[in-house]
T-cell receptor, first 110, second 109 residues
């Protein structure tokens, strides 16, 4: 079946350091979404990328979609303790059927 | 506007028992999804529905059945629960983005 690889699995940073998680697919994607899940919570939508090479920003978060629409990244500048959680990418190949990455668990030390 | 709700929040079953998880959304969304999430893993799609009266299989459909008799409700059934079905189950509905319910934590002994 379709697979999406997400790395790293874990990231421990000091507050103020940057953080990046990556999603990679061997097949061209229709679109990619990013979600954040706090411990014990449910996934919460962050952003959707659709266009090749697209870059979107939300305050300290920067999302990129690769030119070939096979990879994406989420970058957080100057992490804060409120950024703690697991970040997931969710991809579609045929629209509206989603495959989630395994997630990157971010821990921020104050 | 309650968004997406799930009942129950927690459940413990014995092997072989059956149960139904209910997902309800009040946003008039056509698409609804059932996922399971196991420790340290992402969400895996069990079944989904693109509209009232329609259902389709996802990545891991075996051991589960679903029904979408009303647009606002999507039911997930386990006919004969197995310990491998111990997981957290999330329901979601979709417009441009997926809105997730709070989850159901199911333990099968």
């Amino acid at each position: 079946g379709q697979q999406v690889m997400q790395i790293p699995q874990y990231q421990h940073v000091q507050e103020g350091e940057d953080f990046t998680t990556y999603c990679n697919s061997s097949t061209t994607l229709s679109n990619i979404q990013w979600y954040k899940q706090r411990p014990g919570g449910h996934p919460v939508f962050l952003i959707q990328l659709v266009k090749s090479g697209e870059v979107k920003k939300q305050k300290r978060l920067t999302f990129q979609f690769g030119e070939a629409k096979k990879n994406s990244s989420l970058h957080i500048t100057a992490t804060q303790t409120t950024d703690v959680g697991t970040y997931f990418c969710a991809v579609t190949y045929n629209f509206n059927k989603f495959y989630f990455g395994s997630g990157t668990k971010l821990n921020v030390k104050p | 506007n309650a968004g997406v709700t799930q009942t129950p929040k927690f459940r413990v079953l014995k092997t072989g028992q059956s149960m139904t998880l209910l997902c309800a959304q009040d946003m008039n969304h056509e698409y609804m999804y059932w996922y399971r999430q196991d420790p340290g893993m992402g969400l895996r799609l069990i079944h989904y529905s693109v509209g009232e009266g329609t259902t389709a299989k996802g990545e891991v459909p075996d051991g589960y059945n679903v029904s979408r008799l009303k647009k606002q409700n999507f039911l997930l059934g386990l006919e004969s629960a197995a310990p491998s079905q111990t997981s957290v189950y999330f329901c979601a509905s979709l417009t441009d983005t997926q809105y997730f319910g709070p989850g159901t934590r199911l333990t099968v002994l």
